[in-house]
T-cell receptor, first 116, second 115 residues
Framework: AQSVTQPDIHITVSEGASLELRCNYS??????LFWYVQSPGQGLQLLLKYFSGDTLVQGIKGFEAEFKRSQSSFNLRKPSVHWSDAAEYFC??????????????FGIGTKLQVIP | EAQVTQNPRYLITVTGKKLTVTCSQN?????MSWYRQDPGLGLRQIYY???????DKGDVPEGYKVSRKEKRNFPLILESPSPNQTSLYFC??????????????FGEGSRLTVL
């Protein structure tokens, strides 16, 4: 069974500092990979996704993520954090080309706090 | 605008009083799903539906019912709510089948408190 690990439950960064949120997956083949963001009082919004090809993907709000097959990782990064980035971030995977029912597996989430 | 709409957004009720949380999507998606979000537990799937009249249990279906009579609607029914169903609920939809990427579109959430 596939699983997604987000090792950091809570992260605090200063505004303007760089950010990296970790995500590791456990699956035989490379799954489709996603990062979602949940701002306070809002639903989840897709930040970016990876299916194949270039391992560095760009998303909305200045975020990027890098897929590393050797490490089974898909870490989310941002060079300079803004106060509005305070939110909860979820990594998710879907088995590729599986047809039928493709179960989306979510990590437990990382809550980001931004301090002035 | 493509969206998933949930109602109500906030609800306080009492144990045993039946309630329904509605969910509607305007993207013609085949697949719809309900999740609950609890601190420290992330998102857990309650029920999902692959198409009209086709539903199945997710990871935590106990105490919930769903129906899918129309493609756009997927209501979540709590026949006899209990305090352990106090949670934040999300409805989501996506495409289905071989070409689907699995990308989910979420509603804004419904915060339910059962006293």
């Amino acid at each position: 069974a596939q699983s997604v690990t987000q090792p950091d439950i809570h992260i605090t960064v200063s505004e303007g500092a760089s950010l990296e949120l970790r995500c590791n997956y456990s699956y035989g083949a490379t799954p489709y990979l996603f990062w979602y963001v949940q701002s306070p009082g809002q639903g989840l919004q897709l930040l970016l996704k990876y299916f194949s090809g270039d391992t560095l993907v760009q998303g909305i709000k200045g975020f990027e993520a890098e897929f590393k097959r050797s490490q089974s990782s898909f870490n989310l990064r941002k060079p300079s954090v803004h106060w509005s980035d305070a939110a909860e971030y979820f990594c998710a995977t879907v088995p590729p080309n599986s047809g039928g029912y493709q179960k989306v597996t979510f990590g437990i989430g990382t809550k980001l706090q931004v301090i002035p | 605008e493509a969206q998933v709409t949930q109602n109500p957004r906030y609800l306080i009720t009492v144990t045993g009083k039946k309630l329904t949380v509605t969910c509607s999507q305007n993207m013609n998606h085949e697949y719809m799903s309900w999740y609950r979000q609890d601190p420290g537990l992330g998102l857990r799937q309650i029920y999902y539906s692959m198409n009209v009249e086709v539903t199945d249990k997710g990871d935590v279906p106990e105490g919930y019912k769903v129906s899918r009579k129309e493609k756009r609607n997927f209501p979540l029914i709590l026949e006899s709510p209990s305090p352990n169903q106090t949670s934040l609920y999300f409805c989501a939809s996506r495409t289905w089948g071989l070409t689907s990427t699995g990308e989910l579109f979420f509603g804004e959430g419904s915060r339910l408190t059962v006293l």
